[in-house]
């Protein structure tokens, strides 16, 4: 992964730490740093090894505090969908991989950051986390799927304030809405990713990418979500792992999961 410019990845325990390393921009997202995002997530997908993803802000101040303006000027009508696109293929990749992917949120999480926050799984805010998609300030749109998930999250009525005010909002408003999942001290926030983890990578692993299956399968009007969850149970009962999960709780013992 020594190849990566802007994004820094190193395993341990089964668990992929992406840290976003570019503190003098407070973490803004250029181009080339989405195509390194990009690399780094179909790895995640691949590569047996890793079992689950943290993804977190270098430094103190910022999570991803936005895109890089500088590259951003560059947007017209003609390249604009296709900037569009792409930022929401990477962020549909994060929201659907099969592993668990959590944001520690540090800092500020702005525009392309929040967005990139709102497709992990989970979200763990510190105490100073600075949240919102202020867009709208700059004459322009969420364009990385931003008004999609927070509408799922919060509804239309607070998406459309949040979205047309553009206004940032602590993490305890964010907690209180539903956006993040837990609040914690500043430099507190991957310890508690970690301590999630812990519990999620006790789990049979088929099972938790079908979990990822099934409630993103709730949001997507051009599935049925009860048939996916059908599909997906009967998934699991072909594993080794259903197998194994009922045996030791007959036997009052602890499973010993193995992905298959």
């Known amino acids: 992964m020594s190849q990566y410019q802007f994004l820094l990845w190193e395993v341990k325990g089964g668990i992929a730490y992406l840290t976003i ?16 995002l990009r690399d780094a997530v179909r790895t995640i ?4 090894s890793v079992k689950a993803a943290i993804l977190r ?12 303006i500088a590259e951003f000027i560059k947007v017209n009508e003609f390249n604009g969908r296709k900037i569009a696109e792409n930022g929401q293929e990477i962020m549909t990749m994060i929201e659907n991989c099969p592993k668990p992917i959590l944001a520690a949120i540090n800092g500020f999480a702005l525009g392309g950051g929040c967005e990139l926050a709102l497709a992990c799984h989970i979200r763990v805010a510190s105490t100073n986390a600075k949240l919102g998609l202020p867009e709208v300030t700059l ?8 008004t ?3 509408t799922h999250l ?24 539903g956006i993040v999942n837990h609040i914690t001290e500043p430099g507190a926030t991957v ?11 006790m789990r049979a692993p088929v099972a938790i990418g079908q979990v990822v299956e099934t409630v993103n399968a709730a949001f997507n009007e ?3 979500g009860f048939q996916v969850e059908a599909n997906s149970f009967a998934i699991c009962a072909h594993t080794h792992d259903f197998k194994e999960g009922t045996q030791a709780f007959l036997e009052k013992r602890k499973p010993q999961f193995n992905g298959k």
């Open 191 to 201: 310890s508690k990713c970690e301590e999630i983890l812990s519990k999620i990578l």
């Open 21 to 36: 390393n570019r503190p003098d921009k407070l973490n803004a997202l250029n181009f080339a740093l989405l195509d390194e």
């Open 45 to 48: 997908y691949d590569d047996e």
């Open 139 to 146: 004459g322009i749109i969420p364009g990385y799927g931003g």
């Open 148 to 150: 999609q998930r927070l």
């Open 222 to 224: 051009t599935k049925d």
């Open 154 to 177: 919060v509804g239309k009525g607070r998406a459309f304030e949040l979205i047309m005010t553009g206004d940032m909002i602590s993490a305890e408003e964010a907690w209180r809405m």
């Open 57 to 68: 802000g270098a430094g103190d101040k910022a999570f991803v505090a936005g895109a890089d």
